[in-house]
Each structure stands twice: as C-alpha cells, then as structure tokens.
C-alpha cells in the first residue's frame, strides 16, 4: 500500500508570545539581556526572561528560603547516606567494638 504525500504547505504557525514577552519564532526580534559581560565589557546579547535578563545574569532561582525548602535541597542530592553522621557514628562503634574483641581474644591465647 502506497501513502501518497501532499503537496501543499503545512499550517502555517501562529507567532505568539511566550511567557517571557518574547516571540518564540522570531529570534531577531527578542528582548535581549544587555548585562555587561565580564569577558569583554560588551552587552549580553542572550534572550531575556521575563525580568528583563538572562539565565546568566540574574534569571536563575536564588534558592529555597524557607525551613521547608531548605530541608528539601539537602536531600535532594542524597545518594546512599555513607557520609551521613549516623553512619560515621555506625562504623565507629562497629570499629571500637572489633578492637575491643580483638584485644579480648588475644588476651585468652
């Protein structure tokens, strides 16, 4: 079974704006950051967000400010706990009692 392909043009797209305030096809009509750049003193020429800079220079979050935010960060990036207190409270008790049978075994010979 053949598909036969059309021949005529796909719909064309609507030029909206997107939350930022810039057209999203329109990449020469974009608000531009125009930050100093500290490599050369010249103005950013990246797409600005929606207050007015790039993710550069100040359109990045800041980070969590509540109690609450800033519990969730620190777990974030959790992987098995090895470096926790708990566990470095863990193996030194582990290692204090080996020594102790250790020196209690050689103590019976």
Do not use: Q
């Not at 021949?7 to 030029?15: F, I, S, V, Y």
């Not at 930022?20 to 096809?25: A, L, Y």
């Not at 974009?30 to 100093?36: K, Q």
């Amino acid at each position: 079974m053949k598909t036969e392909i059309a021949n005529a043009p796909h719909e064309p797209r609507k030029l909206g704006r997107l939350k930022n305030g810039n057209s999203p096809f329109d990449l020469a009509t974009v608000r531009r950051c125009g930050a100093r750049r500290k490599r050369d003193g010249m103005p950013c020429r990246c797409p600005a967000m929606k207050n007015g800079r790039c993710a550069r220079h100040g359109g990045k979050s800041t980070g969590p400010r509540t109690l609450e935010g800033l519990a969730r960060a620190a777990t974030a990036n959790w992987k098995n706990g090895f470096y926790s207190r708990a566990m470095i409270e863990d193996r030194r008790f582990m290692r204090a009692l080996l020594a102790a049978n250790r020196a209690a075994l050689a103590k019976g010979r």
